[in-house]
């Protein structure tokens, strides 16, 4: 497999997860915010964002290693 079909199948896991783990995945690894900040402006907590980004990073890996 090729760079390209990587960054393709990577772009179509990140698409197919729910918006809010899209959200904050997004926030943390694109905008370089801490689970504190989002928290912060979500009005929710450190530990709930947490869990979220690790989920949707999961989800993206069992995706990947299945396509």
Same mark, same amino acid.
């Given at each position: 497999m090729?760079?390209?079909?990587?960054?393709? /199948? #990577?772009?179509?896991?990140? @698409? /197919? #997860?729910?918006?809010?783990? @899209?959200h904050r995945l997004k926030k943390y690894y694109f905008e370089e915010k801490t689970f504190d900040e989002i928290a912060f402006e979500e009005g929710c907590t450190y530990q709930s964002i947490q869990r979220s980004v690790y989920r949707a990073v999961a989800k993206i890996k069992n995706i990947l290693k299945n396509s």
């Open positions: 090729d760079d390209t079909q990587d960054m393709e /199948n #990577l772009h179509m896991a990140i @698409k /197919n #997860l729910p918006e809010v783990q @899209k």
